[in-house]
């Protein structure tokens, strides 16, 4: 695998894979992410995108995203349309690769009938892709001991909580790819 321009070997790693479901409400579009309990031994207390480890009966990264999607919130995953995969995330202090899964929940309605795994989950949290939003992000680029930089992305929630590490990246590629992809799209008047 090419990660940083670089070839990484991640044969050592935990394979994984998050959800990024995206939605509309209103005019605005949206991610749901997930608060974790912060009693959990790992990532405890950490805002992310449901998601997970994956487990030998899952034939890719789409199935366990899916599944980890329906645990987490109580949700079929069939509300779920799949759009797309990102380029994996590795998370060096952890050791995880994560594949970004993309997609869209057609009915936010849905998200009435959410009911969390309390095992894992605290609440879901609605973020918003909008300019605002994205400028808000703070970054720095932080090199590690092996000489791979990193982009360290933080964004504040409001409530003391923050997005950062890999989740951070991964949103940030979204707030980019929604930008290019949705300017102009929703109320654009014909080329």
């Not at 992305?153 to 290019?180: C, H, M, N, S, V």
Request: net charge negative.
């Amino acid at each position: 695998m090419r990660l940083f321009g670089k070839s990484t070997d991640v044969s050592s790693l935990l394979r994984s894979a998050v959800i990024v479901p995206l939605l509309q409400i209103s005019d605005k579009l949206a991610v749901l992410l997930v608060e974790k309990r912060k009693d959990l031994p790992k990532h405890g207390g950490q805002v992310a995108f449901p998601g997970g480890r994956k487990e030998p009966y899952d034939v890719g990264p789409v199935d366990t995203a899916l599944r980890e999607f329906a645990e987490e919130t109580g949700l079929p995953s069939d509300v779920v349309c799949v759009m797309g995969m990102l380029e994996p995330e590795v998370t060096y202090t952890t050791g995880y690769v994560i594949v970004p899964i993309v997609g869209f929940i057609k009915n936010a309605d849905i998200l009435k009938q959410v009911r969390v795994d309390t095992n894992e989950i605290t609440r879901i949290i609605l973020f918003f892709l909008d300019e605002a939003n994205r400028q808000d992000f703070k970054a720095e680029t932080l090199t590690l001991s092996s000489g791979i930089s990193l982009l360290y992305p933080e964004y504040e929630l409001k409530g003391g909580l923050r997005i950062w590490g890999a989740t951070a990246r991964i949103l940030l590629k979204i707030l980019a790819y929604a930008e290019d992809f949705f300017q102009g799209a929703l109320g654009s008047k014909w080329p």
